[in-house]
């Protein structure tokens, strides 16, 4: 839900005493759930610690859900512990693949708009719930290219895996101002239809 | 009345041992965690400054203790408190430890 504007940063290991020691200039702190696979319980905690601190949002960025190959059942278990350990009121993910065929692409990809990306999708975070009992937040990605094969625009294949899935919306504006700018079409023509869509929580 | 002597005995311990203690439990916790949170920070004391432009220097302190300072940038971290010094790490000496 949004509650108006919060200035946040990403947590890494780099500035954690520069945030630590400017919590009155920032609103929120984003941290990669998967840099926790592997943590300990104490290491998880500290994440309990610093979230009385400051507001802690929790994001993923390899699970590759946006894809018709189902999302690895391994990953989904050690995201499932991190979830159940740190008990978020959310989290959120990428509309996007990133690995197929065996082959990690250590990117966020776009995959092609589809039919039968969307039911990959869809079928992806019905299993994403099941496992982690908790269904991201899904959040729109910046493409360089243009996959061939995509029959829908980007609103409509979006809107259809939110409104389909029942999923909340992360909308990243620097991601949809760099796919304007890459795409050459208008920022606000483009989001009206996602901006409005009723489905946005950050 | 033997039993009401070694339960005010038992109580007497667990009151001095609790008030005797430099923190609480949870606040060794926290501090544990803040530890935990802020590796990096400690990993990389000897690149801080002395002059006071962040409040890291601070934040060092007060989660790991002074002896977590370099002695070469601050070099009257040895002479306040010789038993400190940067080898010693976390946990030597100041309000943190």
């Known amino acids: ?202 | 009345m033997a039993f009401l002597v070694i339960l005010t005995g038992l109580f007497v311990l667990y009151a001095l041992i609790n008030y005797t203690r430099p923190r609480t439990y949870l606040g060794d916790q926290v501090l544990k965690d803040l530890r935990g949170l802020l590796t990096r920070l400690k990993d990389h004391a000897y690149l801080l400054k002395a002059g006071g432009e962040t409040n890291e220097v601070a934040l060092l302190v007060a989660v790991f203790g002074v002896g977590a300072l370099s002695t070469d940038t601050f070099p009257f971290v040895r002479k306040i408190f010789p038993n400190y010094g940067s080898s010693c790490g976390g946990g030597c000496g100041g309000c943190g430890s």
Not at chain 1, 32 to 61: M, W
């Open chain 1, 1 to 202: 839900m949004i509650t108006g504007d919060r200035i946040g940063l990403g947590w890494r290991s780099e500035l954690s005493a520069s945030i630590l020691s400017n919590l009155d200039r920032i609103d929120l702190v984003e941290v990669i759930l998967d840099d926790y696979f592997e943590a300990p319980l104490l290491k998880l905690r500290s994440l309990l610690t610093l979230g009385k601190q400051v507001p802690v949002i929790y994001h993923g960025v390899t699970l590759g859900l946006a894809s018709s190959i189902p999302v690895c059942q391994k990953r989904l278990e050690k995201l499932a512990r991190v979830i159940g350990y740190l008990e978020p009121e959310s989290w959120s993910e990428h509309l996007a693949f990133v690995r197929a065929g065996g082959i990690e692409i250590g990117h966020l990809a776009a995959p092609p708009r589809t039919d039968a990306t969307i039911e990959g999708s869809i079928s992806n975070l019905r299993k994403i719930e099941k496992t982690v009992g908790l269904r991201p937040i899904l959040e729109n990605i910046a493409t360089l290219i243009d996959l061939p094969g995509s029959k829908l625009s980007e609103p409509t294949w979006t809107t259809r895996i939110l409104s389909e899935s029942r999923s909340g919306f992360l909308l990243d504006l620097h991601n949809l101002y760099t796919n304007a700018l890459n795409f050459g079409f208008g920022v606000f023509s483009n989001c009206s239809l996602s901006i409005t869509h009723k489905s946005v929580q950050q």
